[in-house]
Antibody
Framework: EGQLLESGGGLVQPGGSLRLSCAAS????????MTWVRQAPGKGLDWVSV????????YYGDSVKGRFTISRDNSKNMVYLQMNSLTAEDTAIYYC?????????WGQGTMVTVSS | DIQMTQSPSSLSASVGDRVTITCRAS??????LGWYQQKPGKAPKRLIS???TLQSGVPPRFSGSGSGTEFTLTISSLQPEDFATYYC?????????FGQGTKVEIK
């Protein structure tokens, strides 16, 4: 089934940047799409981005398009989320998930706080 | 973008009750819908995909139905471990979009 472990969260000032990482194990990483989902404190789930393995295409939610970039390194079983021009509205727990249509494995999440 | 409207936003129910949660899509999404359960402090867990296919290991008291624009998640007999927040997720187009969530609380 696999495991995912996110890292890279922390406190960042408005306008700053942060790169999240997600380490995958226990499955054939290169064959799977990888998705990022976030959740602001006390709020619902917000789909952020996906990197599809079949065609290497990437897609983004409207609130992050143009500011966030998803990438992956199949040799390291890692997926990344580069986040630029951060605002307070980006404060959330960020989860990575295995899959796109079937997100069946999730990490424990990493907290990002955007504040001065 | 496709908007997903989930209702109710919260409900109170007793153990043994039948619970139904509805999700409506702003346009037709065939059966490209998943249901997720989230407990406090935990990552979401997939319950159902393709509107009605139960994830392996999910108890059969959970069921999903619907197609097009209207979908339901039903818990036939609510158990103590089912108190959680439930989300629908449309998987028909990008960007994917979640419903607002339904918090199921103990009456």
């Amino acid at each position: 089934e696999g495991q995912l472990l996110e890292s890279g969260g922390g406190l960042v000032q408005p306008g700053g940047s942060l790169r999240l990482s997600c380490a995958a194990s226990g499955f054939t990483f290169s064959r799977e799409a990888m998705t990022w989902v976030r959740q602001a404190p006390g709020k619902g789930l917000d789909w952020v981005s996906v990197f599809r393995s079949t065609d290497n295409k990437t897609y983004y939610g409207d609130s992050v398009k143009g500011r966030f970039t998803i990438s992956r390194d199949n040799s390291k079983n890692m997926v990344y989320l580069q986040m630029n021009s951060l605002t307070a509205e980006d404060t959330a727990i960020y989860y990575c998930a295995k899959g796109d249509y079937y997100m069946d494995v999730w990490g424990q999440g990493t907290m990002v706080t955007v504040s001065s | 973008d496709i908007q997903m409207t989930q209702s109710p936003s919260s409900l109170s129910a007793s153990v043994g009750d039948r619970v139904t949660i509805t999700c409506r899509a702003s346009q037709g999404i065939r059966n490209d819908l998943g249901w997720y359960q989230q407990k406090p402090g935990k990552a979401p867990k997939r319950l159902i995909s393709a509107a009605s296919t139960l994830q392996s290991g999910v108890p059969p008291r959970f069921s999903g139905s619907g197609s097009g624009t209207e979908f339901t998640l039903t818990i036939s007999s609510l158990q103590p471990e089912d108190f959680a927040t439930y989300y629908c997720l449309q998987l028909n187009t990008y960007p994917r979009t979640f419903g607002q969530g339904t918090k199921v609380e103990i009456k």
